[in-house]
């Protein structure tokens, strides 16, 4: 029984994308349609020679079309429908860059139709290195019966292991939810499970092996690893061989640091003496830490390129590749600086990175880590351990294939403070008041802040408040930090209580304010009643007031009446207005008045009206 040393698992793009397909027609003659004006696509990237590869010639590429990897039930490779080249050849100086454009959509063979919601026929292609055996500048496909005339060298999907690379073209558009859209695209696949549409600019590694299985993208029979016998003169089963090198471990770019860590190992044995280079770069050996270790002040030449070659040599063995550098992204969500209560949770948001299959997410403070989280999203909420003082949010975007982790890492200072304090020293405060109106009849909830934030008694602007983890911006029309927050019917609103948080130049002042008690307000009398009478009010206790407000005007801000009490009733004992005056009626608590953090009042409020007529 013939049995291939790697075999292809399902390769559907069911499987990746939720697609699935009718079975294709069985294919036609191989043809190249003539080339467009333009190319509709280009792919480019890095083709890196493995240490060990002899090349009988120049290097080329070529694009080939596999019905089958759109059929939902396929495990097997078939012949390509269609096999497009690139008339330049690559010879020399590896690793070498590359592009290759794509001027024709893939030929009709190529296509299928589409089902589960997709719309229209879609195929899969897989883009080869190749050595022109032949040198008729084509890549040429093996009869069953027969032998390889030219030989595939590379390919952007190489027996599933990440990270892998296919183009899928597509003659109809998609839902947005899909990610891909009418003509090319390009599906990165991180691992048998997951995969994602990346932009067509996405640097593709192909790595150059002298592996005669690879033919198998140019057999004309369809087979697998359970074949009786292998096909187009593919190599049978082989034992392991023994004494080959490993390379594991991975890189950690920061900003335009780089900092290498990697293990050798020949047969599952340390080895302590190879020859390691990262790009141009030689890491050296480090007996403490059993690693090769390398560090860039200015890594930029190295990574700009999206990929990075890694190579060990020991004697006669060698082992290279290609991996992906996940490409720079910056954080969305928090801005600096932010402060939290001990424990509290922390939001985090970041921009997608280009390369980057998982994202980790990490806040630290030291050695110790108070909360962590691995996700695919550009966004989450980590509850932290309860933990004062200062701290950072760490957000790798991590590419991982074949045990070589590369990781792109942004960090964000933040600090955990305890609330009702000022940083010791400090001459922070803050004087306002946040409002809350009770929810109307269509369950709306909204709420104001305003804070008039001194430094030793003088009003700044350059502080950063925010109120709940919400930001409030300075308004130079007011004079003061202001926001309002609406929350619509059904919505969870603020809350009853909620912290105002100040930070300016490394020092935090925190205060809680908690909204008194609601209340029922019952306005007596007739809505409208003439000029100069009276208006009176009795209203329920609100709990934990210890005053209540109340404005007369024309708008809710402006008042042309105004009063204050402690009693539950008050009137106004003659208006003399003709018009409609609306009420804002507060509950005022003052739980967060300090001499030291400045003076907030805090409003519980309801508003009503009443017109009075000539």
Not at 590 to 613: I, S, Y
């Amino acid at each position: 029984m013939f049995a291939a040393r790697r075999g292809f698992r399902s390769l559907s793009l069911l499987a990746l994308l939720s697609l699935s397909a009718c079975e294709p027609t069985e294919p036609g003659p191989i043809q190249t349609p003539p080339p467009a004006k333009a190319p509709e696509a280009r792919l480019e990237g890095e083709l890196m020679l493995t240490p060990g590869t002899e090349l009988g010639g120049p290097v080329r590429l070529a694009l080939a079309w596999y019905p089958t990897l759109l059929a939902g039930d396929s495990g097997t490779m078939t012949r390509p429908a269609g096999i497009v080249t690139e008339d330049i050849a690559y010879s020399g100086g590896f690793p070498a860059r590359y592009t290759f454009d794509v001027k024709h959509a893939p030929p009709a063979e190529a296509l299928v139709q589409l089902g589960d919601g997709m719309q229209g026929k879609g195929a899969v292609g897989i883009l080869l290195a190749y050595n022109d055996g032949n040198g008729n500048a084509a890549l040429d496909t093996i009869p069953a019966d027969g032998t390889p005339v030219d030989h595939v060298l590379g390919a952007s999907l190489v027996w599933t292991r990440p990270p892998a690379f296919m183009v899928v073209y597509l003659d109809s558009a998609q839902a947005p939810a899909t990610g891909l859209k009418q003509g090319f695209n390009l599906v990165r696949i991180s691992d048998n499970l997951t995969s994602d549409v990346v932009p067509l600019t996405t640097p593709i590694p192909l790595a150059l092996h002298d592996d005669p299985l690879l033919d198998a993208f140019v057999c004309e029979a369809a087979w697998d690893d359970t074949a009786e016998q292998a096909p187009c003169g593919l190599p049978g089963h082989e034992e392991p061989v023994e004494g080959v090198l490993s390379l594991t471990g991975g890189a950690v770019i920061d900003g335009n640091r780089l900092d290498v860590s990697l293990a050798v190992h020949r047969d599952e044995e340390a080895v302590t003496d190879a020859e390691v280079t990262v790009g141009d770069f030689v890491a050296t050996y480090d007996a403490a830490r059993g690693r090769y270790t390398l560090h860039l002040d200015d890594a930029s030449a190295v990574v700009e390129s999206g990929l990075v070659t890694l190579v060990a040599r020991q004697g006669d063995a060698a082992v290279g590749r290609t991996v992906v550098v996940p490409s720079d992204f910056r954080v969305t969500w928090p801005t600096t600086p932010a402060s939290y209560s001990p424990g509290a949770e922390v939001q985090a948001a970041w921009s997608k990175s280009q390369g980057a299959s998982d994202y980790s997410v990490r806040v630290v403070a030291g050695d110790q880590v108070l909360a962590s989280e691995l996700t695919q999203k550009q966004s989450l909420k980590l509850a932290t351990e309860s933990y004062a003082g200062a701290a950072v949010l760490r957000i790798e975007a991590v590419d991982a294939s074949d045990g070589l982790v590369m990781r792109r890492v942004r960090e964000v200072p933040i600090a955990f403070t305890p609330c009702d304090t000022v940083t010791d020293g400090s001459g922070l405060t803050a004087d306002g008041y946040f409002l809350q109106y009770v929810r109307n009849i269509f369950g709306e909830e909204s709420s104001e802040v305003f804070a008039d934030v001194k430094d030793d008694g003088v009003s700044v602007t350059d502080a950063r408040v925010t109120l709940s983890g919400w930001d409030v911006p300075y308004v130079r029309e007011v004079g003061g930090f202001q926001n309002g927050f609406v929350t619509l019917g059904g919505g969870v609103g603020l809350g009853d209580t909620v912290e105002l948080r100040v930070m300016r130049q490394g020092e935090v002042l925190c205060r809680t304010l908690t909204l008194p008690g609601d209340f029922a307000l019952d306005l007596k009398g007739a809505s409208s009643r003439p000029s100069g009478s009276p208006l009176s009010m009795n209203w329920t206790r609100s709990e934990g007031a210890v005053q209540y407000e109340l404005w007369l005007g024309k708008t809710f801000h402006e008042p042309i009446y105004s009063a204050s009490t402690n009693e539950l009733e008050y009137t106004f004992e003659q208006i003399d207005y003709v018009g409609e005056l609306n009420l804002r009626f507060s509950a005022v608590a003052h739980p967060a008045h300090n001499d030291t953090l400045g003076w907030m009042d805090v409003k519980r409020t309801r508003l009503g009206g009443a017109t009075f007529t000539e």
